[in-house]
Nanobody, 123 residues
Framework: QVKLVQSGGGLVQPGGSLRLSCEFS????????VGWFRQAAGKEREFVAG????????DYADSVKGRFTFSIDTAKNTLDLQMNSLNPEDTAIYYC????????????????WGQGTQVTVSS
């Protein structure tokens, strides 16, 4: 059974950086399409970044492109999201997720989810 356990997050000032990690267990991470999503208060969950198990390179939402970097450590079976130049609009609960599909950017396409971690960007 695939299990995702998140760490990181917290409070940061605008312009600052945070790193989120997600430990993937139960199978080899490269056999799954993996992604990061976020959900702000009162809003729907939205795609942040993802790596297709077929394509292998990261895809990003326009709102985070150039600021966020999604990396996979295959030796440790972990997913990392480096977030730079954070702004208040990035405030949300962030989730890592995994899918058996070849690609996905909608939350309903993902089968396994981390527990979520709060990221708050505020001065």
């Amino acid at each position: 059974q695939v299990k995702l356990v998140q760490s990181g997050g917290g409070l940061v000032q605008p312009g600052g950086s945070l790193r989120l990690s997600c430990e993937f267990s139960g199978y080899t991470v490269t056999a799954y399409t993996v992604g990061w999503f976020r959900q702000a208060a009162g809003k729907e969950r939205e795609f942040v970044a993802g790596v297709s198990r077929i394509i292998g390179t990261a895809d990003y939402a326009d709102s985070v492109k150039g600021r966020f970097t999604f990396s996979i450590d295959t030796a440790k079976n972990t997913l990392d999201l480096q977030m730079n130049s954070l702004n208040p609009e990035d405030t949300a609960i962030y989730y890592c997720a995994a899918s058996i599909r070849a690609y996905g950017s909608n939350s309903d396409q993902f089968d396994y989810w981390g527990q979520g971690t709060q990221v708050t960007v505020s001065s």
